[in-house]
């Protein structure tokens, strides 16, 4: 059995118990002071505002510029070159004179037939008269007639003939290569000029197969060239192949591009970017406001000091190092660009700084 000084200890020892506990349940500051202590402390944290920007999604590529069209002008007469009239790097306009061809043993011949062609004539006139008068046969007439016809047809082909010996341009562009010189011989066939027209130039590439849903005709495209490093040429996607590269699974693509001023030439190396997209109200934050783990993008958002964790669609990265939000915010939000792997859902947060 319990003595009884030990059984007057224990009822002390609960009183002083019951009591303590009643006093603290009672002061209304202690019980703030213990809420207060097992809040987690504020995060100081850099924020910005979401801004509104135009942006465009842009698919690169290299390529190589190319003359619109590109012509080795030949010879279609045989004879001497009597002169050339332009050389490379001229400008020419289409039907330009660029070379003339010695054409007097043509000249020749021409006159030699316009005489056989006036007596073949003379003879039909005649051979209708007897003919009439049943003096000839109407086949002797009609060999008459065919001779008429023959002298003709070899009268128009050394007209033609004499035409070709004045070399004409086919098209509008500059001069690539003078390939004779005055006072060659040449035949049919033999190469005189390689022109280029170059008032507008094609851009050929490949483009990575995977793109393929993206391209459309009519996109624009943006060119640089290490000529000019500080300017953008414009163009228009105006061809895509309709099958793809199996070697190095692309599809090749081509652009047209304006170039009256010709600052650009045929062969220049180019950088490109064909715009797939464009919009003028995307929404952008800073892109150190992202972070990215396992494929998926999550940024913190601020509201009333406390920071609101989201999933976001990102896309097209923009200048300044901007990024396009396409799903997951809203303009005006506030978001988190500093102190991110600190912050969970609904951690309190103090604005240090503000980028926007």
């Known amino acids: 059995m319990m003595n009884r000084t030990t059984l007057a200890a224990l009822l002390l020892l609960g009183?002083?118990?019951?009591?303590?506990?009643?006093?603290?349940?009672?002061?209304?500051?202690?019980?703030?002071?213990d809420t207060t202590a097992s809040q987690p402390a504020a995060v100081p944290v850099a924020v910005a505002r979401v801004t509104v920007q135009r942006t465009e999604r842009l698919l690169k590529f290299?390529?190589?510029?190319?003359?619109?069209?590109?012509?080795?002008?030949?010879?279609?007469?045989?004879?001497?070159?009597?002169?050339?009239?332009?050389?490379?790097?001229?400008?020419?306009?289409?039907?330009?004179?660029?070379?003339?061809?010695?054409?007097?043993?043509?000249?020749?011949?021409?006159?030699?037939?316009?005489?056989?062609?006036?007596?073949?004539?003379?003879?039909?006139?005649?051979?209708?008269?007897?003919?009439?008068?049943?003096?000839?046969?109407?086949?002797?007439?009609?060999?008459?007639?065919?001779?008429?016809?023959?002298?003709?047809?070899?009268?128009?082909?050394?007209?033609?003939?004499?035409?070709?010996?004045?070399?004409?341009?086919?098209?509008?562009?500059?001069?690539?290569?003078?390939?004779?010189?005055?006072?060659?011989?040449?035949?049919?066939g033999m190469p005189l000029y390689h022109l280029v027209a170059d008032d507008h130039l094609k851009l050929r590439g490949d483009v990575p197969e995977r793109f393929a849903p993206e391209l459309s005709v009519g996109q624009v495209v943006q060119i640089k060239v290490d000529a000019h490093p500080d300017n953008v040429f414009p163009g228009r996607l105006t061809r895509i192949s309709p099958?793809?590269?199996?070697?190095?699974?692309?599809?090749a693509v081509e652009a047209l591009v304006p170039n009256q001023a010709r600052r650009l030439k045929p062969g220049f190396f180019a950088n490109a970017s064909i715009v797939t997209r464009a919009d003028d109200e995307a929404l952008m934050i800073p892109e150190t406001a992202v972070l990215r783990f396992a494929g998926v993008s999550r940024l913190f958002v601020v509201r009333d000091n406390v920071a609101r964790q989201r999933e976001v669609t990102t896309g097209t990265r923009g200048l300044q190092g901007l990024i396009e939000i396409v799903d997951g915010i809203e303009k005006g939000d506030v978001v988190v660009t500093s102190g991110l792997t600190k912050l969970e859902d609904g951690t309190p947060v103090t604005i240090k700084a503000s980028d926007g």
């Open 62 to 188: 290299v390529g190589t510029l190319f003359g619109d069209e590109e012509v080795t002008l030949s010879a279609l007469v045989e004879g001497q070159v009597k002169t050339m009239r332009v050389d490379l790097g001229d400008h020419i306009e289409a039907g330009q004179v660029l070379a003339e061809i010695n054409d007097d043993r043509l000249r020749a011949q021409l006159r030699e037939i316009e005489a056989n062609l006036a007596k073949a004539r003379a003879d039909e006139a005649r051979g209708r008269q007897l003919s009439g008068q049943h003096v000839i046969s109407p086949q002797e007439f009609e060999t008459m007639q065919t001779r008429v016809a023959v002298a003709e047809a070899q009268r128009d082909t050394l007209n033609v003939m004499i035409g070709n010996a004045v070399v004409r341009a086919p098209l509008s562009g500059s001069v690539a290569k003078r390939l004779v010189s005055a006072g060659e011989y040449v035949r049919p």
């Open 15 to 33: 009183s002083a118990v019951t009591v303590g506990g009643c006093a603290r349940g009672d002061d209304p500051a202690a019980a703030q002071a």
């Open 243 to 251: 099958t793809a590269n199996r070697d190095n699974r692309s599809i």
